[in-house]
T-cell receptor, first 117, second 110 residues
Framework: DTGVSQNPRHKITKRGQNVTFRCDPI?????LYWYRQTLGQGPEFLTY????????KSRLLSDRFSAERPKGSFSTLEIQRTEQGDSAMYLC???????????????FGPGTRLTVL | GEDVEQSLFLSVREGDSSVINCTYT??????LYWYKQEPGAGLQLLTY?????DMKQDQRLTVLLNKKDKHLSLRIADTQTGDSAIYFC??????????FGAGTTVTVRA
């Protein structure tokens, strides 16, 4: 396993279309995170999963956004009726939650760059 | 994020030391991190420090934490051209949500 992978790496779509991104975490990592990064800014937390359960969603995640992790392995992030303001880099990360340790390193994928025309 | 602030740009000569500064607002932050981002690559964790420490050294990297002033710094000794990148300061008060600064773009000139 070489790390967190994300597909596609780039997506160009027209306003109003739906898009779906996929993230494959590092094997055995039980936690998976989604972040969004706009130009000139740091990543912003969107949501995270512990196995297949989605435990927290940021207020940034509007009703048009939905994330799933059906079998506790890969995850998908879908954006419906895309808007130009959705243009950003969408980053996925994973970590191994060791309840005995307070520190869990998040490993990031290369991201999916979305451009909404 | 608005909870973490950093200067936007730093230019340094090859071989000199780089110092990147960061301030944060949440006194309940438990861990503070420095990430590196290069074009086309994901975020790479460089180092982290627990909030009850005031210094951590790892090869060319030195992290200093002033908890009273909520100030974090990263010093890179003997800066090389491969150190040119965007450096992000991040903090967490729990074990899942990272809050990042806007990033400092470091340019290393020959």
């Amino acid at each position: 396993d070489t790390g967190v992978s994300q597909n596609p790496r780039h997506k160009i779509t027209k306003r109003g279309q739906n898009v779906t991104f996929r993230c494959d975490p590092i094997s055995e990592h039980n936690r998976l995170y989604w972040y969004r990064q706009t130009l000139g800014q740091g990543p912003e937390f969107l949501t995270y999963f512990q196995n297949e359960a989605q435990l927290e969603k940021s207020r940034l995640l509007s009703d048009r956004f939905s994330a799933e992790r059906p079998k506790g392995s890969f995850s998908t992030l879908e954006i419906q009726r895309t808007e130009q303001g959705d243009s950003a880099m969408y980053l996925c990360a994973s970590s191994l939650d060791l309840t005995s340790a307070r520190y869990n390193e998040q490993f990031f994928g290369p991201g999916t760059r979305l451009t909404v025309l | 994020g608005e909870d973490v602030e950093q200067s936007l740009f730093l230019s340094v000569r090859e071989g000199d030391s780089s110092v990147i500064n960061c301030t944060y607002t949440d006194s309940s932050s438990t861990y503070l991190y420095w990430y590196k981002q290069e074009p086309g690559a994901g975020l790479q964790l460089l180092t982290y420090i627990f909030s009850n420490m005031d210094m951590k050294q790892d090869q060319r990297l030195t992290v200093l934490l002033n908890k009273k002033d909520k100030h974090l710094s990263l010093r890179i000794a003997d800066t090389q051209t491969g150190d040119s990148a965007i450096y992000f300061c991040a903090e967490t008060r729990n074990d899942y949500k990272l809050s990042f600064g806007a990033g400092t773009t470091v340019t290393v000139r020959a």
